[in-house]
């Protein structure tokens, strides 16, 4: 499929496995070291390609030969309710890798536009054709674990509070969760413990660049939430906002 917004052109990493090859080296610095960590994402990440390659998403930019963004999604079990909802993006990718039962929605992984590739509208097209996917494979609706871009400038206050707080226009404050607001999308519930990342606090100091020399909680950069240092271990979960579109 074909974008409207030439010269990017919208493919599944079924229709083009060469990009989505070349796709796992070019979003490496756009996530903060520490979050490439997670003690489950291994598990349910490793299962998106070539199961569900048609649900993997990826922009290809024709003048430059290049791969503009890609959106990571994962088929999973959901009754529709809140109750039924999994406990964050961990829990989310566990059941969707466990679950025995057919899949009956889709939700979005990750969504990442290339560094230098920003401020063209790349998000929301992400979130459009991740819609379209999950529309053709018969899985509805799409849901969203969205990581709040700007939580990190508020590490300290609560998630459910920070993803209420508006701007004068009524949008959402943060500009991620905006994205998904402006194309129909509405918060289902947040998330204080949606993915761990337990760690030695030796690997902490190495991705963070700071030393954590006794117990304690420590703001971070980029973090989303305080790290917990405790007999030379830290951990972290970060926070999430489940965000639903209906299709």
């Known amino acids: ?20 090859e070349r796709s796992r080296t070019v979003f490496n610095g756009v996530w903060p070291e520490y979050n490439m960590h997670g003690n489950d994402t291994p598990k349910y990440f490793s299962a998106l390609y070539p199961k569900y390659a048609h649900l993997q998403v990826l922009l290809y930019d024709q003048n430059t030969d290049s791969i503009a963004g890609r959106g ?3 088929p999973f079990r959901w009754d529709g309710t809140l109750e039924d909802l999994p406990a964050g993006i961990d829990a989310l990718g566990l059941r969707a890798i466990d679950d025995p039962q057919p899949p009956t929605a889709l939700s979005a992984l990750a969504a990442e536009v290339a560094e230098g590739q920003q401020r063209r509208g790349l998000s929301a097209l992400i979130i459009e054709s991740m819609s379209a996917v999950a529309r053709r494979a018969g899985l509805h609706p799409l849901v969203a674990p969205v990581r709040p871009n700007w939580k990190d400038r508020y590490p300290v206050t609560p998630i ?9 226009d009524g949008l959402p404050l943060d500009p991620w969760l905006r994205v998904h ?13 949606s993915l761990r990342i337990e760690a030695p606090v030796t690997d902490w100091e190495q991705w963070t660049e700071m030393t954590f020399p006794e117990d304690g909680e420590y703001v971070f950069p980029r973090g989303l939430a305080p790290l917990r240092v405790r007999d030379g271990v830290g951990l972290y979960f970060e926070p999430n906002i489940w965000v639903v579109h209906r299709l």
């Open 1 to 20: 499929m074909a974008s409207s917004a030439q010269p990017i052109e919208v493919f599944t990493a079924g229709q083009r496995p060469d990009l989505w």
């Open 160 to 168: 459910d509070r920070y993803a209420y707080w508006v701007r004068s």
């Open 181 to 193: 607001v402006r194309l129909g999308g509405t918060i289902l519930r947040t998330e204080t413990s």
């Open 72 to 74: 990571r999604t994962i």
